[in-house]
């Protein structure tokens, strides 16, 4: 498939993907959520990242998010002082 331009479209393995999920009061999911998106992109053989955004949550979201980040080496932590919301989270990640 050719661009308009007539250029070859990327290779996807050329990219470098980063996801960014913003967290809110999730302690129970995160940890499984996370480990699926990792096992998903790496059996794809893709380069990525994932940035998790704790957007002050109260339960114990930040440090299951914290672990993540110790324990894998693809996962980016950051901990928002508020709970700010998901686009100010999204874009916290993006940064």
Known sequence: ???P????PPDRFEFRYSIVIPVFNSERLVGDTV???VRVFTEAGLEHEVILVNDGSSDGSWEVIAEKARTLPKVIALDLLHNYGQHHANMAGLR
């Open 1 to 3: 498939m050719m661009s």
């Open 5 to 8: 331009q007539g250029d070859s």
């Open 35 to 37: 480990d699926e998106v």
